[in-house]
T-cell receptor, first 106, second 111 residues
Framework: GIQVEQSPPDLILQEGANSTLRCNFS?????LQWFHQNPWGQLINLFY???GTKQNGRLSATTVATERYSLLYISSSQTTDSGVYFC????????FGKGNQVVVIP | DAGITQSPRHKVTETGTPVTLRCHQT?????MYWYRQDPGHGLRLIHY???????DKGEVSDGYSVSRSKTEDFLLTLESATSSQTSVYFC??????????FGSGTRLTVV
């Protein structure tokens, strides 16, 4: 099946810092989504982004489908950004990477 | 998330008993998924459905079965629960596009 790799696995940020999370995938996909799992365990849909660039407040995402990667940008990070960020790709079925664990320190 | 309800939210059961978890959606989505989440393993696919009565296995399907007799309901059954099935179970529903939404999860403990 398709392989999804996320980097870095762990990230500690000072509040106010910017960061970039990366998702590489091994094959062509029909769908790509970014999710945020908050410290209470809820999985929140951030972006549906099979290609192109989208922005939502301090978060933005870019997917370059031809090169098989996606990037999630967090700008001016806040403590509420802490949690795990998952990239999920769909090529027949929805497969997840192992996630980026992000901790934002006040 | 709005439109996807998992029940029960928490359950403790004994080894060897059958257990059924329910995922209910109100958005008429075609696709529904069951995942389990364990420390160090991320989200692993158990089974998924691409329509009523159409289901397929995921990477960790042993010991689990599913049924989808109506668009809105996707049931996950542990045929004979084991301690290795202690986990948090998530259901997702959606279409291509606009993507998928997750339920709040079911925390299952097998003692």
């Amino acid at each position: 099946g398709i392989q999804v790799e996320q980097s870095p696995p762990d990230l500690i940020l000072q509040e106010g810092a910017n960061s970039t999370l990366r998702c590489n995938f091994s094959d062509s996909v029909n769908n790509l989504q970014w999710f945020h799992q908050n410290p209470w365990g809820q999985l929140i849909n951030l972006f549906y982004i099979p290609s192109g660039t989208k922005q939502n407040g301090r978060l933005s995402a870019t997917t370059v489908a031809t090169e098989r990667y996606s990037l999630l940008y967090i700008s001016s990070s806040q403590t509420t950004d802490s949690g795990v960020y998952f990239c999920a790709v769909e090529a027949g079925r929805l497969a997840f990477g192992k996630g980026n664990q992000v901790v934002v320190i006040p | 998330d709005a439109g996807i309800t998992q029940s029960p939210r928490h359950k403790v059961t004994e080894t060897g008993t059958p257990v059924t978890l329910r995922c209910h959606q109100t958005e008429n989505h075609r696709y529904m998924y069951w995942y389990r989440q364990d420390p160090g393993h991320g989200l692993r696919l158990i089974h998924y459905s691409y329509g009523v009565k159409d289901t397929d296995k995921g990477e960790v399907s042993d010991g689990y079965s599913v049924s989808r007799s109506k668009t809105e309901d996707f049931l996950l059954t542990l045929e004979s629960a084991t301690s290795s099935q202690t986990s948090v179970y998530f259901c997702a529903a959606g279409d291509r596009p606009p993507g998928y939404t997750f339920g709040s999860g079911t925390r299952l403990t097998v003692v």
